[in-house]
């Protein structure tokens, strides 16, 4: 077996500062220039210091933003700001930064990375998760994930009540600007998923009270099950059985107490320009939610291979997924 990551160089390194980096996020820019996002928190008194952070459940965390220009071989830091779940993406001579900070933040540059702009909000008082997952690109438009928490109301990790909400921009539009972005329906998961009535699947493999955890061996809990940090796909086989021209899909992460599984939403592009959220239904009438998925239980990142027809998965093995959890190490 080759493996594909012997070589690399460390982008960000946050251990002088007591912090985590996470979250990171990658494109490419003009002549060849490799953009890089990261973030970093997690000492609240150092972050307190800077002066730019943003600041969420309390805590601060800042986004960074770095250029190589070698392939990869050196990054400098260029740009500093103030939100989470950092996304680049490019539109033409233009470069944006989506994330969050509560609600909807985005940034540019216009010189290829170099220089960005302030910070401009998308939404107002609102609860917005992701991972800088995918951005797919289908004509004139941008397609991608975002995640917002419809509730407030859920005591540990609140993966329940998170709704993937596929957003379009056009290419050719100023993508700061909140009318220029289209927002699917919201369908959170504890609308579609009734976690008593769910059998055969071993879901959920632990049971936790409605809007509360449990734990399930000192040091380690588990919340009620749902779905986050979602992608986005486009069936283009016509073959396929769920090709529909009209339509995308979302495969997110689940959150079972087991590993490999993922979740299936489908958004239809409607006539009016609206789009619509909904589950995914086969030839039996029955519902197509849970799929497999390696590595379905972590952060995983999908992209589309126009060369090949293919999609590429990157996503966490799981070595461990039926030792019993009090017997883990640490």
Not at 30 to 38: E, H, L, Y
Not at 205 to 224: G, H, I, L, M, Q
């Amino acid at each position: 077996m080759k493996l594909l990551a012997n070589n690399f160089t460390v982008v960000q390194d946050t251990t002088n500062e007591s912090l985590f980096s996470f979250s990171p996020g990658i494109c490419m820019g003009k002549n060849n220039r490799i953009i890089i996002t990261s973030g970093a928190a997690g000492n609240n008194e150092l972050m307190e210091s800077y002066e730019v952070k943003g600041e969420r459940y309390g805590g601060y965390s800042q986004g960074r933003v770095y250029l190589s220009d070698d392939e990869g071989e050196t990054f400098r830091k260029v740009h500093e700001f103030p939100f989470m779940h950092m996304r680049p993406f490019t539109t033409g001579d233009r470069i944006y930064i989506l994330g969050q900070c509560n609600d909807l933040m985005i940034i540019y540059s216009d010189d290829n990375g170099e220089t960005w702009s302030n910070p401009y909000t998308l939404t107002s008082n609102q609860d917005w998760h992701q991972a800088p997952c995918n951005v797919l690109y289908n004509g004139i438009n941008i397609y991608l994930v975002m995640e917002r928490r419809v509730t407030d109301d859920v005591n540990g990790w609140s993966v329940n009540n998170i709704a993937p909400i596929l957003m379009r921009g056009n290419i050719n539009e100023d993508l700061t600007k909140r009318n220029n972005w289209t927002f699917a329906s919201e369908l959170p998961f504890f609308e579609v998923v009734d976690q008593q009535k769910l059998d055969y699947f071993g879901i959920p493999f632990y049971f936790s009270p409605d809007k509360t955890y449990v734990e399930v061996a000192p040091k380690r809990c588990n919340s009620n099950i749902g779905w986050l940090e979602s992608n986005v796909v486009k069936i283009y086989d016509k073959k396929h059985y769920l090709y529909d021209e009209n339509s995308f899909y979302l495969l997110t992460r689940a959150h079972t107490g087991l590993t490999n599984y993922g979740c299936l939403l489908k958004v239809n592009e409607n006539d009016d320009g609206t789009m619509t959220t909904s589950t995914v239904m086969v030839p039996s009438g029955k519902q197509l939610l849970y799929v497999p998925i390696p590595g379905g239980q972590m952060k995983f990142h999908i992209v589309y291979d126009e060369k090949t027809s293919l999609y590429w998965l990157l996503s966490t093995q799981a070595r461990d997924s039926f030792t019993k959890v009090e017997l883990l190490p640490d």
